[in-house]
C-alpha cells in the first residue's frame, strides 16, 4: 500500500481531521449540475489546505455506462468542463468514471468499452480515463486498453471476479458507507503510483530561503532563524546533500539537527545501508540522512520536533512512492510511527529498528526523487523579479 485515503459523495469529512488520522488523500465527485454530490472550489482548498491530495470520479446512475458511446460522449464533455473550468483541475491528471458500481456481467461489457471510447473522444487528452468498477470487468477493460487507471470496488465480493483485490488496480476501496473525521466516507488504499493532485509546496514549505549551518557536536544550534544545523562530522554524499537541502526548507529547521550521513556506523559496508552511498533505488543513486532534536533528546519538545518533521516529509513528498525509507517512532497514540520502506507505507520495521528510531527521524531518497522535489518546491517559489 502506497497510501490510505477517503472518498465521499454527500458527505465529506474534516479534512485536518482525516490528516491526523493518517489519511493522505481524498476522492470527490463530479456529476451533472446542480448537484450537492459535485466538489466545489472552496472544498478543493480547504483539502489542500489539510495537505491532503485529490482525484476526481464521475458517478450519476449506476447503470449510466449501458449507454454505450454517445453516453460516454455526453458524460465526458461534462466531466472535462466542470473539472477544467470550474475547479481547475490540473491537466494530465485522472477522472475515474462509474463504469460499474454494480455488478456488471460479461454480456455488458461492450457497452461500457464504448462507453469509455465516447469518453475519450470528450476528454481530447487533456485528462487520463479512470475506471471504477468489480475486479472482472476492470480486467476486461484494461486488456482493451480503454483506461489507463483502475478503482476497484468491495461494494460486494459476489459481483463478477471481484471476490479478491486486482493486483493490478491503481485504488482499492475496502471499506464502504463508514464514520471517519466526522463525515460518511468509503475507505481507499492505494495500490500503484497514480496522478493524485496534491497540494503545491507553498502550503507545506517554508517561504524562507533554505539556510544550511555547520555546528560543533554538543554546542547547541546556530540560533539562525530558519537555519538547518549539521552537526560538523557529518559526511554526505551528492545525493545525501540534496536531501540536507530538501529538510532545510522545513519550516521549523533551526530546530533540528543533521546527526549521520555517510559517517557511523549502519550495518555492513558497504551495502548494508543507503547510509553509506552504494546502493540504488530505481537506477537513480540513493542515499539516507538522519535528523535529531538532540538538543533536546527525550523532552516532549523534542519528540514533538522530531514527530513533525517525519510528517513534513510525509506532506513536502508527493505520495510514499517517492521516497524509499522512512522511520521513525512517537510516543504519540494518535500517530505512533512513520514507516515507508521501498515506496510502501509499512505498519512498522521490526521491534529492533522501530526502538533504534525513536530519537531521530531517517530519511533515504533517490536522487531523482529528491531531484523532483526539490524542483517542485522551486517552480512554487520563483525567485523575487
Not at 47 to 72: S, T, V
Not at 197 to 220: D, Q
Not at 323 to 333: F, G, N, R
Request: charged residues 20%.
Amino acid at each position: 500500500m502506497l497510501a490510505k485515503g477517503l472518498d465521499a459523495s454527500f458527505d465529506p469529512p474534516n479534512y485536518g481531521q482525516a490528516h491526523r488520522q493518517g489519511y493522505r488523500f481524498i476522492g470527490r465527485y463530479l456529476c451533472p449540475t446542480p448537484s450537492g454530490k459535485v466538489i466545489d472550489p472552496d472544498e478543493v482548498k480547504r483539502i489542500h489546505a489539510a495537505k491532503l491530495g485529490l482525484f476526481l470520479g464521475w458517478e450519476n446512475k449506476a447503470a449510466d455506462a449501458l449507454r454505450g458511446r454517445p453516453g460516454g460522449l455526453a458524460d465526458g464533455r461534462k466531466a472535462h468542463d466542470l473539472a477544467r473550468d470550474w475547479i481547475k483541475y490540473p491537466k494530465g491528471s485522472v477522472i475515474f468514471f462509474s463504469v460499474g458500481d454494480f455488478d456488471v456481467q460479461p454480456e455488458q461489457f461492450p457497452a461500457v468499452a464504448a462507453y469509455l471510447d465516447g469518453v475519450r473522444e470528450a476528454l481530447g487528452g487533456y485528462y487520463k480515463i479512470g475506471a471504477y468498477g468489480g475486479a472482472g470487468l476492470l480486467r476486461h477493460l484494461k486488456a482493451k486498453h480503454k483506461a489507463a487507471y483502475f478503482w476497484q470496488a468491495c461494494a460486494s465480493t459476489a459481483w463478477y471476479q471481484n471476490a479478491s483485490k486486482m493486483a493490478e488496480a491503481h485504488f482499492h476501496q475496502t471499506t464502504i458507507d463508514v464514520k471517519r473525521a466526522d463525515g460518511t466516507v468509503d475507505i481507499d488504499e492505494q495500490n500503484l503510483p497514480a496522478p493524485i493532485w496534491y497540494p503545491t509546496a507553498s502550503h507545506v514549505a517554508s517561504h524562507a530561503a533554505p539556510k544550511i549551518v555547520r555546528v560543533p557536536s554538543g554546542a547547541g544550534a546556530s540560533g539562525k532563524p530558519g537555519a538547518l544545523n549539521v552537526y560538523s562530522y557529518v559526511e554526505l554524499n551528492p545525493t545525501g546533500k540534496l536531501i540536507v537541502q530538501l529538510a532545510a526548507h522545513f519550516p521549523k529547521a533551526q530546530q533540528i539537527y543533521v546527526t549521520s550521513g555517510m559517517d557511523g556506523d549502519h550495518g555492513p559496508k558497504p551495502d548494508g545501508s543507503y547510509h553509506y552511498g552504494h546502493l540504488k533505488h530505481g537506477g537513480s543513486p540513493a542515499a539516507a540522512v538522519d535528523f535529531g532534536a538532540y538538543d533536546m533528546a527525550g523532552t516532549d519538545k523534542g519528540d514533538r520536533r522530531m514527530r513533525d518533521l517525519a510528517r513534513w516529509f510525509e506532506d513536502v513528498v508527493p505520495g510514499a512512492a517517492n521516497i524509499v525509507e522512512l522511520i521513525h517512532t512517537t510516543p504519540y497514540a494518535d500517530n505512533n510511527g512513520f514507516y515507508v520502506k521501498d515506496g510502501q507505507v509499512i505498519a512498522s520495521y521490526d521491534p529492533e529498528t522501530d526502538a533504534a528510531h525513536r530519537n531521530h527521524v531517517h530519511l533515504a531518497m533517490s536522487r531523482k526523487q529528491v531531484t523532483a522535489v526539490l524542483a517542485h518546491i522551486k517552480a512554487s517559489h520563483p525567485a523575487p523579479s
